[in-house]
């Protein structure tokens, strides 16, 4: 082993495990959410198994399908925050990478050490919220079986299936890691003789990337219009829609670099003209890689959530009105509609949760990544109190920015979903109902979510000395 492979290694100690305290939590809360979904399946096929003594494979299949497609939908978003945590990781150690490649190590080696770092701490993530999941089971289990409300009979929760979400997991964070270090590609050893800094404001955006989410976007676009028009003929038309949908939403995604500081640049304006509001409100369009990685997670989650939220309002107002319904029967099945708005909006939520943690992570980590650029501040006259003023505008511009983006879209998302699938009841053009309910929870989430990131950033923010904060390289 030569010395700057050993030294390449050294990556995944020290400051390592630091940075990758975010990624530690999504691997866990994706793990412990796959875990959680395969043990209610067992318990709810358990149950009914004993109420009608016999085994229920439809109910069994049905279930784990769902489970499946919500915790896909969950490791999805954990791999765009894996990926843009890694990607914010390599910014910050841009300078000690620059060193091993002055020292011999091949930018290659360095990615795949990284790469290293994030299968080792997905593995530890998923195994501890897999035994997490299954712990919770059995203490559930024991609680209702003894109380009552459980039937008792032999439940499997130790089941083969429990490895799925595990594997899942471990794999996607290594992929993740790979994917959201490759910039490593492009350090240069004569970066090791300048002061780090965060190269993303001079980054170019390949060509290549916003062709193909112009391809996206013309195909997504085509496939929902034919969706809507399908769904005057048939629910099928669902189908349609979806892909024409994940299409669509992919090109946001590829594009996002190019649309989210637009949208910031947008927001910023609503927080005044203050120099922390303008600096702050500057900082998203001077780094719209930073800021975009900052983002895309919650806006993925705030958009699914609103999505299944509107698609099953609608689809509820669209039922009771259109149906020949008493009143009894009416109440009876908003109730329902209800409850499965509810358990989706919770299912949802852990996507959601796993994208918070991708913000709070970026905004925390960045602030650690920008000592010199707040030493300067503090140099040149700024109070403690402007520089958290300066940090909570920030912070309320991204999640504003990503909560009102996602909510839009997420609308006519759930619009188009429902129209196709109630198009050939309804005879016409379905007004699309929004979920109050869960707009408010959004955005409270949005405002608390704000207040955690500008708390733990300010407090890091506060304790910088101008002295030695220019003193960095």
Known sequence: MTPATGRSRGLRTGKGLRDNVATLLVSGVSALFGAALIEATALITGAIAVSAEASSPTVAIGLGTVSAVFLLLAVYVAAVVTSNTFATIVAGRRRSIALLRVLGAESSGVRRALAAEGLVVGTVGAATGLVVGVLAAWLIVSIGMAQGWLPTTGYDLLTPALIAPFLIVALTTWLAAWIGCRSVTAVSPLEATAAAADPTHVARRPRARTAVAIVLIVLGVALMGLGLIAGMISPAALLISFVGGVLSFSAVIAAAGRIMPRVLRLVGRWFGSTPAARIATANAARYPERSTRATMALVIGVTLVTTFGVALTTYSQAITHQVDMTATERREMTGTISLTIGIFSVLVGFSALIAAVGLVN??????????????????????KGQLRTMILVEGAQLTVGAVVF?????????????????GSLVRGVLAPSVPWTIVAVVIGGGILLTAVCSILASRRAGAVSPVAALAVE
Do not use: D, H, K
């Open 362 to 383: 970026t905004l925390t980590v960045g602030m650690l990544q920008r000592i010199r650029e707040l030493g300067l501040l503090r140099a040149l006259g700024f109070s």
């Open 406 to 422: 996602g909510l839009v879209l997420g609308t006519f998302y759930g619009w188009v979903a429902a129209q196709s699938l109630m």
